[in-house]
């Protein structure tokens, strides 16, 4: 009796052993979750006061805001509770900003959904990517219903920061139709990478030449050397030098720069004009800014990701007021655009009614001005 003991024991021993070995090491794919985003509630939505008379929108994508936390039973949680009042007024003031910097022309649209959390930059790449599946699916969720319930044909701005840029260049890459790109004035993809690789798969990721062409993306990094370029952005290969709009190494001084700004708690506003010179490194497909004391903007606490001289918490602030320039130099652009795609369209579904089965066009008065 004893040795069937002893036998059982060792056999339990060595079965904890092999779970250990094949199982404990494999990243965990089962995440403690909150309640699903229902977009049909406003109240998933950042509450921000629209221009009816706008002649387009925005649809913007928050940046992470959140770090890893745990419920009343212990529980850790990699993804922001939405509903959580302390969570979302952590977000709110990167959502603020950008309504600051956007929604001067454009309606704003800006979902709450459940972010991944600092720490879920932290870890292997693909866990990071298993992890940030779950926020995405509700960014996905909430442009269609942007699209569905909001949009109502307009042209719009896709815009985001660090994760929320990775959300922005995901809609590109995998959900916006031809019809919807056909209305996009630009995407602006703050902060995030896109390599290669990308470029050549997705079509739509067109980068931005200039400052006026319309159906791009705008996406850069900001450091005051390349050595502080941020590991998670060292495959980028696009790049646009906002001060200038160039993307080529070509210098824009200070005197090109209409001014940073950032905000206190209360809102108020502090513009830093003619501060920064910025030139694009053609290695590293970065934006090299000078005339900034990196001190003044380095965060010990994400060291690991973003060290000292990289400036990506600041991507909204550095050029706020050129970025807010270059809004409305891109509207009449999309806007004219927009309204001959739509002619051209309305002529060939004219075309096609007009057009007898057997292939015979009969004339007909589009009456199309």
């Given at each position: ?15 904890s ?12 794919t ?14 998933m ?20 805001c ?93 815009a985001?920061?660090s ?14 139709t ?29 980068p931005?030449?200039d ?41 824009a ?5 209409i ?30 800014v ?80």
């Open positions: 009796m004893k040795i069937r003991s002893l036998l059982l024991m060792i056999l339990l021993f060595c079965l052993v092999f779970f250990c070995l094949t199982g404990c090491s494999k990243p965990d089962h995440y403690n979750l909150t309640a699903k985003p229902d977009y049909s509630h406003s109240t939505w950042f509450d921000a006061p629209n221009d009816a008379l706008a002649e387009a929108d925005i649809f913007y994508i928050a940046p992470t959140i770090w890893d936390w745990r419920d009343a039973d212990g529980k850790i949680y990699h993804h922001m509770d939405v509903g959580n009042p302390e969570q979302r007024s952590q977000v709110d003031g990167s959502i603020r900003l950008a309504h600051a910097l956007f929604g001067k022309y454009c309606r704003f649209y800006a979902p709450y959904y459940r972010q991944v959390t600092m720490e879920s930059w932290m870890v292997a790449h693909e866990e990071t990517e298993r992890r940030y599946a779950v926020a995405h699916g509700d960014v996905v969720q909430a442009f269609d219903y942007y699209m569905t319930h909001y949009n109502a044909g307009r042209p719009f701005i896709l985001g920061h994760q929320g840029a990775k959300a922005v260049i995901e809609l590109l890459k995998h959900t916006i031809p019809r919807q790109h056909d209305n996009m004035i630009a995407a602006y993809a703050f902060g995030f990478s896109v390599c290669d690789q990308e470029l050549e798969q997705y079509p739509m990721l067109r931005a030449r400052s006026v062409d319309c159906g791009v993306l705008i996406c850069y990094n900001s450091v005051s050397a390349p050595e502080a370029v941020s590991p998670l952005f060292r495959d980028n290969v696009i790049c646009i030098n906002p001060l200038n709009w160039h993307t080529d190494t070509t210098y001084p200070a005197g090109q720069h001014g940073a700004v950032f905000f206190d708690a209360e809102g108020r506003a502090d513009t830093l004009s003619h501060r920064i010179g910025v030139r694009i490194d053609e290695t590293t497909h970065t934006l090299i000078d005339g900034l004391d990196e001190e003044d903007y380095y965060i010990p606490g994400i060291s690991n990701l973003f060290p000292k001289g990289n400036y990506h918490v600041q991507e909204l602030n550095l050029y706020f007021l050129n970025v807010q320039q270059n809004i409305p130099q891109r509207i009449p652009e999309q806007v004219s655009h927009s309204l001959k795609q739509d002619r051209r369209n309305r002529i060939k579904s004219i075309i096609v009614r007009s057009t007898q089965s057997d292939g015979r066009f009969i004339p007909t008065s589009t009456g199309i001005s």
